[in-house]
């Protein structure tokens, strides 16, 4: 039997270097032989997803770089940012599934606990998760959000600041889960995941790491042989594929691509 193949598409336009960081999350949940996960960055795209300038930028970026995936072969897609950008987009146009980790997160807190918070390693994001919690109507499970404001990475991550942002992400958790009544955290991006080890180690409480609780999900959905509902994401009567490479391609050849930190 042929493995089943997933899209994991990352929102950023990064060399090998930067996909080899994302890939590594990998590591971190144990998976079946008979799937594999292959990791594509957008053509080009928003720069960090600080706001809502770079959400509707994300959203074209990442719908562009998954709308072919079943016709290429694909059995599932994954989203590798907290925002879920695309996946509304990419569910209309796919009949595999198509998982975000931002709800995914959520729901998956609320299996485990209560109330959840959003550890977060940048100010900018915070209006992210409670546009994304609201969305969900989760908004009164929702006990905090906590951020650290160390300017993020997407592309190479947290390596070389673990010995500072690490303590920062523990306490801001602590915090969380003493002040805010947080009964599970969440890790508020992908681009955060090489903190995950090290609280999950030093939480008294769950820590739900986004992107490999999507991988998992993937394999599950496969596994029973389920994906989105056709009547809440209904397909486009008339498709413009075409019109949204155009775009990407455009901004692809002009170089506009993601900012470098």
Known sequence: MAKKRVLVIVPFAFDDSGIGNRESQLDAVELGPDIQFEFK??????????????????????????????????DAVCIDTMSDSGVGAL????????????????????MLGDKFSVVTQWDGWMPLYKKGA??????????????????????????????????????????????DGAEVIL??????????GYLSENL???????????????E????????????????????NNAMVHAMMDGAAAAEIKTAKF
């Open 41 to 74: 960055g957008v053509k080009a795209g928003p720069a960090i997803l600080d706001s809502h300038h770079d959400y509707v930028l994300g959203e074209i970026a990442l719908f562009e770089a998954g709308m072919e995936a079943q016709n290429e072969g694909y």
């Open 91 to 110: 569910r209309s146009v796919l009949d595999i599934p198509v998982i975000g980790p931002g709800r995914a997160s959520y729901c998956t807190a609320l």
């Open 134 to 179: 609201k969305e969900a109507g989760l908004s009164d499970k929702l006990a905090s959000v906590r951020s650290i404001n160390v300017l993020p990475d997407p592309e190479n991550l947290l390596g070389g600041k673990e010995e500072v942002v690490f303590p920062l992400l523990l306490e801001a958790s602590m915090a969380a889960i003493e002040e």
């Open 187 to 196: 890790l508020g991006s992908t681009t955060m995941h090489q903190a995950a």
């Open 204 to 218: 008294p409480v769950p820590l739900i790491n986004p992107g490999p609780l999507t991988y998992k999900l993937a």
């Open 220 to 239: 599950f959905y496969l596994g029973l042989g389920i994906s989105q509902s056709r009547k809440a994401y209904p397909s486009p009567k008339f498709p």
